[in-house]
């Protein structure tokens, strides 16, 4: 079993920065790729950004190219998503998730965590 545990989330004005972080405790933690998603009031959940086990490999939605960054640290079992240039379209409970492959579909993941707000002002 694998727990996932997001922190990081808050109020922020539009052009600011958060940085997400994804704590995973479980087993083989390192052969999981890790991906965020994120779900905003009356929508979808979508696709953010994605990463390989090994670091190697990242993927973005387009609405957050070069605005956001996902990385990873296997040493402390964590997941980042730092989120410079903040737009009030970002506003959304965040959610990491991983699995066996950094996909862009939410059912490609099989553990999900809790999710944290982000809430952008304009």
């Known amino acids: 079993q694998v727990q996932l545990v997001e922190s990081g989330g808050g109020l922020v004005q539009a052009g600011g920065s958060l940085r997400l972080s994804c704590a995973v405790s479980?087993?083989?933690?390192?052969?999981?790729?890790m991906g965020w998603f994120r779900q905003a009031p009356g929508k979808e959940r979508e696709f953010v950004a994605a990463?390989?086990?090994?670091?190697?490999?990242?993927y973005y939605a387009d609405s957050v190219k070069g605005r956001f960054t996902i990385s990873r640290d296997n040493a402390k079992n964590t997941v980042y998503l730092q989120m410079n240039s903040l737009k009030p379209e970002d506003t959304a409970v965040y959610y990491c998730?991983?699995?066996?492959?950094?996909?862009?579909?939410?059912?490609?993941?099989?553990?999900w965590g809790q999710g944290t707000q982000v809430t952008v002002s304009s």
């Open positions: 998730a991983a699995g066996p492959n950094p996909g862009l579909r939410s059912y490609e993941y099989d553990y």
């Open positions: 479980g087993r083989t933690y390192r052969t999981y790729a």
């Open positions: 990463i390989s086990w090994g670091g190697s490999r990242t």
